[in-house]
């Protein structure tokens, strides 16, 4: 007997029987569902758990669409995508039907996955640009603060900050340091001497070279000289720091310049 395709759209129990009932067993152990159709065990198996979970998932027929070797056939089926509603058939093998079914019966088309997918992605961009602009923001008003204060060549370390913490709280900063260098490149450079980032970073090479000259090893007023000054206004990095920078004495440092200044 035939099995109406409409009937199928919502199995209830009493489907179900009519569906294995009414159906034929035929000599080749197939089940004929109508003159044209014939449906083999695990796809009869297949409609009966749809019919006893009473899934909406539309029509669900048999149709042997290509043999595709030891995963066996593939079926259609026409489900309806649970976010547009479309209603259309799809070509699946057996265990993508039984996924379906384990996943309570929700399917959701190809289409809708993918703009899900591009949504949840686009979502995902949208609140990164949100973030570096939040930390842009947040940049920018360090950047003011640190050149306000740092850079201030009238300002000075509050002393409740030990020496060898200063540095820390320079190289640390979460800021613009292209900007920094830039402002520390426009300063008079006898007012970048005075100023807390100078400071804070020529005690540091000082600490890191145990607080010697490094020609003659005497701790006599020491100073952090430049040996070059392609680097500055990026005086805080460590590398530069190891190769631009160079504690002398006071009697090793006036062999480099006329007037000491740096
Ligand atoms: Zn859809
Ligand atoms: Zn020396
Ligand atoms: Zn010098």
């Not at 384990?102 to 190809?110: A, L």
């Not at 190289?171 to 807390?196: G, Q, R």
Request: aromatic share 10%; charged share 30%; proline share 2%.
């Amino acid at each position: 007997m035939r099995i109406p395709i409409e009937e199928c759209v919502k199995f209830s129990e009493v489907d179900y029987y009519t569906l294995r009932d009414g159906a034929e067993k035929t000599f080749n152990s197939s089940w004929k569902i109508d003159n044209n159709s014939y449906i083999n065990d695990a796809v009869m198996e297949l409609l009966i758990d749809y019919a006893k979970r009473g899934y909406k998932v539309g029509q669900l027929f048999k149709e042997k669409c290509s043999n595709v070797g030891s995963s066996g056939y593939q079926y259609q089926i026409t489900p309806t995508c649970s976010v547009c509603g479309e209603h259309k058939a799809i070509i699946l093998p057996k265990t993508q039907i039984l996924n379906l079914i384990n996943n309570e019966g929700v399917y959701t088309c190809k289409n809708c996955v993918k703009r899900i997918k591009e949504d949840e992605k686009r979502q995902k961009q949208e609140e990164k640009a949100r973030k570096e602009l939040e930390q842009n923001i947040e940049k920018a008003n360090n950047t003011e603060d640190f050149i306000a204060g740092y850079l201030n060549p009238n300002m000075s370390w509050n002393q409740s900050v030990k020496m060898r913490d200063r540095y820390a709280s320079i190289s640390n900063a979460f800021v613009n340091w292209s900007v920094v260098e830039e402002h520390i490149k426009s300063m008079k450079y006898h007012d970048f001497l005075n100023t807390p980032y100078w400071k804070a970073v020529a005690y540091e090479v000082k600490r890191k070279r145990n607080f010697r000259c490094e020609l003659c090893g005497s701790n006599n007023k020491l100073a952090v000289h430049h040996k070059t000054y392609e680097n500055h206004g990026k005086e805080h990095i460590s590398l530069v720091m190891k190769n631009d920078l160079i504690v002398l004495c006071d009697s090793c440092h006036k062999k480099f310049h006329d007037i000491v200044e740096d």
